[in-house]
């Protein structure tokens, strides 16, 4: 069964910062597309970036220039560095993964970024 686990989650001011971590279990990032999405309380879910295996990643316009997705293939984990917190960048932020047949989500970590 496939399990993404994230992690790193956590209260941070304004201009701070947060590494979140996405463990996957039976998937390989190596061989999938992996990516990192929000969702904040009325508010639809929106792509934070996302990175395919030996491709170029990509990210949403809000967090361009300040969050950067990376990855390590021999941990099979995903990470999502977050710079220059704004208090609009609070919400819960869920792992994906993505195979031929199907697409994973995490349960989820919590950011919250204060004024």
């Known amino acids: 069964q496939v399990q993404l686990v994230e992690s790193g989650g956590g209260l941070v001011q304004a201009g701070g910062s947060l590494r979140l971590s996405c463990a996957a279990s039976?998937?390989?990032?190596?061989?999938?597309?992996a990516g990192w999405y929000r969702q904040a309380p009325g508010n639809q879910r929106e792509l934070v970036a996302t990175n395919s295996s030996g491709g170029l990643p990509s990210y949403g316009d809000s967090v361009k220039g300040r969050f950067t997705i990376s990855r390590d293939n021999a941990k099979n984990t995903v990470y999502l560095q977050l710079n220059s917190l704004k208090p609009e960048d609070t919400a819960v932020y869920y792992c994906?993964?993505?195979?031929?047949?199907?697409?994973?989500w995490g349960q989820g970590t919590q950011v919250t970024v204060s004024s």
């Open positions: 994906r993964a993505n195979s031929i047949f199907n697409v994973y």
């Open positions: 039976g998937i390989t990032f190596s061989h999938n597309t």
